[in-house]
């Protein structure tokens, strides 16, 4: 039979327990989630493409049903390159909604075969994003509970070298 693979595509610096909700769930809808990592973003990333990959590598260890993959270029391309059916994104407020919305219109206008679909963030995780968690660690708060181990590791680490 036919695997339904999903895209959950992303910078992913570093991931979040939010990002880890969506993935669990992409699981029961799909038999495989590519969790791509964004290459070339604009943003200076704390950590380099190597290191986001590994700490979804880490909390994704005993699930052989995801698989991490970086990529750069056109989404959609790349999409279409790993045999996906549907992009995957997740929604935390209405700020997200606009930029969302418009993606999703050039993505489907780029490639119609492919649909992306939207998954609201649990409102445990609403609040959580990549930047604030980076903000929050740099000024000495707790992050626990907030990302995955290997994250909470990581940050440590990089901040304390930063410093
Ligand atoms: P991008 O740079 O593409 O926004 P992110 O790594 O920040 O990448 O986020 C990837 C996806 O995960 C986006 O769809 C974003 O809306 C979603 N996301 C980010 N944080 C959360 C969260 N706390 N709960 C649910 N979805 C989230």
Do not use: C, W
């Not at 029961?28 to 990333?45: A, E, H, M, Q, T």
């Not at 790349?78 to 418009?102: H, M, N, P």
């Amino acid at each position: 039979m036919l695997e339904r693979i999903a895209i959950y595509p992303g910078s992913f610096d570093p991931i979040t327990n939010g990002h880890v909700g969506i993935i669990q769930r992409s699981l029961r809808i799909f038999d495989r989630v590519v969790v791509g990592v964004l290459r070339n973003i604009s943003k200076k990333p704390l950590f380099n493409v190597e290191e986001r990959s590994a700490m979804i590598q880490e909390t994704f260890l005993d699930e052989p049903r995801v698989e991490v993959d970086t990529f750069e270029g056109l989404l959609v391309t790349y999409a279409e390159q790993k045999g996906a059916v549907a992009i995957v994104r997740g929604l935390r407020a209405i700020a997200d909604f606009e930029y969302e919305l418009q993606m999703s219109n050039m993505n489907r206008r780029l490639a119609p075969e492919v649909t992306t679909i939207f998954l609201m963030a649990e409102d445990r995780h609403a609040y959580i994003s990549s930047s604030l968690i980076k903000e929050v660690a740099a000024l000495g708060g707790d992050v626990h509970g907030l990302v995955p181990p290997s994250v909470e590791h990581r940050l440590m680490a990089a901040l304390q070298t930063k410093r």
